[in-house]
């Protein structure tokens, strides 16, 4: 058996570190303690914020309303059948909001402002968020036409204005 050199070894250790890969994914994750109806109990989430989007397995997503010292309640977004207790669930550290602007107009989206029409991706710069404080009544355009529903039923019952928020 030959003996290793202490040249060799210096060698070795010096080539591993400079190829060493220093960089890290950092994540917060949760487990889910309970799930049912649409919403979802969150254990391991202290540094979440009211209204973050948190990403669940299978794609769905969620929305942290209820804080709480130990857990975190969740509305669920998506096929919130597929989640079950122990499923992992992480922190986005966003807001959730939805795109706006002139790339909206005539687009069908879900509730989470993704395009379901089929006309491809929305690309804008402009995101607002859902939670946000309305813009005061003075600041607001006076409603002057009628929206039509279509539906007779609907527009005698309920007047809806052009532009009503």
Request: aromatic share 4%.
């Amino acid at each position: 058996m030959e003996a290793i050199k202490a040249n060799e070894i210096n060698e070795i250790i010096r080539s591993q570190i400079e190829n060493f890969d220093a960089s890290m994914t950092v994540s917060e994750v949760g487990t889910v303690i309970k799930v049912g109806d649409g919403i979802a109990e969150i254990h391991g989430l202290e540094k979440v914020m009211a209204g973050e989007l948190l990403e669940f397995p299978h794609a769905v997503r969620g929305l942290a309303l209820n804080l709480e010292e130990d857990k975190v309640g969740c509305v669920l977004f998506g096929d919130f059948q597929k989640i079950k207790e122990g499923d992992e669930v992480k922190r986005t550290r966003r807001i959730m909001s939805v795109p706006v602007g002139d790339a909206m107009i005539g687009r069908v989206v879900d509730a989470l402002g993704n395009p379901i029409d089929g006309k491809g991706e929305i690309v804008t710069d402009t995101y607002n968020p859902v939670e946000r404080i309305a813009p005061g009544i003075i600041d607001r355009q006076p409603v002057k036409e009628p929206l039509q529903t279509g539906l007779k039923a609907i527009d005698s019952m309920v007047p809806i204005g052009r532009g009503q928020r």
